[in-house]
């Protein structure tokens, strides 16, 4: 059986980079090294709404599913793509080891954050790697790429 992987394939050009997946299902975000003060202090906001780490990664899954949940029930594809981007980047801030990192990989740009979430509603978790830079995201994607066992894939609806 083939798993699902997704992964960018372009660097990023002003910030970097955060991809959110859940099986077929991903979305890719770039945080600019401008705005990146803001991102952190929406993306924290949205992570302190929620009660416990599982029920943050269940509305993620539901988002990135494109289920309808309130208030996102008149948003945009852009506005949910924008609010699931900060809404992991608040989930690697606020409820991961990983926090300290991925606040010091924002503010000098250039980093890639893989946010996969597993499993289901009753036992959601997420697997997170974090790259400082394009060039380390490379070394890691080489050999999973040299193997060959790949497709191209549409990352997102979410414009």
């Known amino acids: 059986m083939m798993q699902n992987r997704h992964y960018p394939k372009n660097p990023p050009s ?3 980079i955060i991809l959110t997946s859940y099986g077929a299902f991903a979305h890719e975000n770039e945080i600019p090294k401008a705005r990146a003060a803001d991102a952190v202090r929406i993306g924290k906001e949205i992570a302190d709404s929620y009660e416990t780490n599982e029920e943050h990664l269940i509305a993620m899954m539901l988002l990135l599913s494109d289920i309808p949940v309130d208030p996102l029930l008149k948003a945009s ?5 924008s609010v699931l981007g900060l809404a992991s980047l608040g989930y690697l801030l606020s409820r991961h080891a990983t926090g300290d990192t991925v606040r010091q990989v924002l503010n000098q740009a ?7 979430l597993i499993g289901d509603h009753e036992d959601p978790s997420v697997d997170v790697k974090v790259f400082n830079s394009w060039l380390e995201y490379q070394s890691y994607l080489e050999p999973i790429l ?3 066992h790949f497709t191209a894939q549409k990352t997102s609806s979410f414009s």
């Open 146 to 148: 040299s193997n060959g």
């Open 14 to 16: 002003v910030g970097s």
């Open 77 to 81: 594809a852009a506005q949910k793509g």
């Open 110 to 116: 250039g980093g890639v954050f893989l946010v996969n």
